[in-house]
């Protein structure tokens, strides 16, 4: 198992273990920041042989990492035992309270990030994300390594309760991104998940990655709502039970066609219709598309329709991405639901720049890699963040 995988499994095990014993979430989060650094380096020293427990390992480095913290600090228990019974966490899914806090935490991470002067936020990432040294960091910022050191406690002084919650809450990024009327969905896709739904009718649902929808099949009508995210409907032909489709105020009814219906945040909709008709409505206004066209709504009224390229609007289904010269910061909200991990672009200004292109989304990181490779932008994984930043 990579360390990057072993330790994402375990994280919230680990963080929780340091927070119980050591009383302070910021030291807890130092200290699991450091588990994960010397498991990368044991990783790269061993050519990553296989183990034979991987759990018994990981905790065997954060009880000796514990051990040596305490002895700095004249406390040292006579025992810290591996079978701790506090070692185990509970299963149950993080609560929307919790979710919310999570989102709220992340999204502070990139905002005090991106407030640091590009030096004292290179130096930090390389320290906390790479490993590097002081000397190492000055010899590529071209300053010492005293002023290497500075930068890192600077930037440390500056966001160090942010960088400490966001720590401690990557166990809940994915559910983070939930809206509450998510959590009872009857279907719902993670980050970077796609899933076929077949219908008792013969209907059938594509949803792409986080997304959901509630079901409400009846004898006499067949109603889906769209709770977040884009699904694509390939609808059995039943004159006598409507299938309808509600998002937010946008309302969606046919017999048998084939369209995509997309929610984003804000309750922004768009629908595009790939064969037969559609009717839509809201706010009072109705309008009927054929294959070809789309339309959307915005806080509830519905636009006019245009022509669209129904195949790159769709490609998504294909597992591609299709751009025109549009920004580094669109590419990345389109790309997000089809990653697993939580994307932070660090730079406003990079995120600016325009990119053309295909990026296979079955692949997420090979779809970053590419965008790096076309523009100057550098990736740093985390488990379950990737910071995106200018520069090397």
């Not at 990030?113 to 040294?133: F, I, K, N, S």
């Amino acid at each position: 198992m990579r360390a990057d995988d072993l330790f994402q499994q375990h994280a919230p095990e680990i963080a929780g273990y340091f927070h119980r014993r050591v009383g302070s979430p910021e030291l807890a989060a130092d200290l699991c920041q450091e588990v994960y650094l010397r498991l990368r380096r044991l990783e790269r020293a061993d050519g990553g042989a296989p183990l034979q427990n991987p759990r018994a390992f990981l905790f065997r480095i954060a009880r000796n990492l514990l051990i040596d913290h305490l002895r700095q600090q004249h406390a040292r228990p006579a025992t810290v035992a591996l079978h701790d019974p506090a070692l185990r966490l509970e299963s149950e899914a993080p609560t929307p309270e919790a979710a919310a806090s999570s989102a709220q935490t992340l999204a502070g991470v990139q905002a005090a990030l991106t407030e640091l002067p590009e030096p004292v936020r290179q130096a930090l990432l390389w320290h906390r994300l790479e490993g590097l040294t002081q000397r190492e960091i000055g010899a590529r910022l071209g300053v010492s390594e005293r002023m290497a050191g500075k930068y890192i406690s600077r930037a440390l002084r500056h966001c160090r309760a942010w960088l400490a919650a966001a720590l401690l809450l990557l166990v809940v990024v994915s559910a983070a991104q939930l809206p509450w009327r998510v959590w009872g969905a009857d279907q719902r896709t993670a980050a970077g998940e796609q899933r076929l739904l077949t219908l008792d009718d013969g209907s059938r649902v594509t949803l792409a990655g986080d997304s959901a929808i509630d079901l409400h099949l009846t004898g006499h009508q067949r109603r889906i709502t769209l709770l977040r995210g884009r699904a694509y409907f390939q609808v059995a032909h039943d004159p006598h039970r409507p299938f309808l489709v509600d998002a937010g105020d946008a309302r969606v009814r046919v017999t048998g066609t084939r369209f995509e219906l997309r929610r984003d945040d804000g309750d922004r909709v768009r629908l595009t219709v790939a064969e037969g008709e559609v009717v839509a409505g809201g706010a009072g206004r109705r309008l009927t598309l054929r294959a070809g066209e789309q339309v959307e709504w915005t806080r509830g009224h519905l636009g006019n329709p245009r022509r669209v390229d129904v195949d790159r609007a769709l490609a998504w289904l294909e597992g591609r991405l299709v751009f025109r010269d549009q920004t580094l910061k669109e590419i990345l909200r389109e790309l997000a639901p089809h990653h697993p991990d939580r994307l932070l672009l660090l730079d406003h200004e990079l995120g600016g720049r325009r990119f053309s292109g295909v990026l296979n989304i079955r692949n997420p990181d090979a779809a970053l890699g590419a965008l790096s490779q076309t523009l100057p932008l550098t990736v740093r994984r985390l488990p379950g963040v990737v910071v995106l930043s200018d520069g090397p």
